[in-house]
């Protein structure tokens, strides 16, 4: 028992690839970063894109 729940852990704590991530504000000011802005577009290398609003 103790074996496989060893094994499970060690499946889960592959090391990740890093890569460059493209980070695009979309707020009130165009081209900079700014604490009004109301979300954040992350587009990973392969195209993968994560629309993140954290809300107020």
């Not at 704590?13 to 000011?29: C, E, R, Y």
């Not at 081209?31 to 809300?55: H, K, N, Q, S, V």
Request: aromatic letters at 8%; a negative charge; proline letters at 5%.
């Amino acid at each position: 028992m103790a074996v496989a729940a060893a094994a499970m852990v060690g499946f889960g704590m592959a090391p990740a690839d890093a890569a460059n991530v493209k980070i695009t504000p979309l707020g009130s000011h165009e081209g900079e970063f700014c604490r009004f802005d109301r979300a954040m577009i992350f587009e990973d290398p392969d195209g993968t894109r994560i629309l993140y609003d954290a809300g107020r």
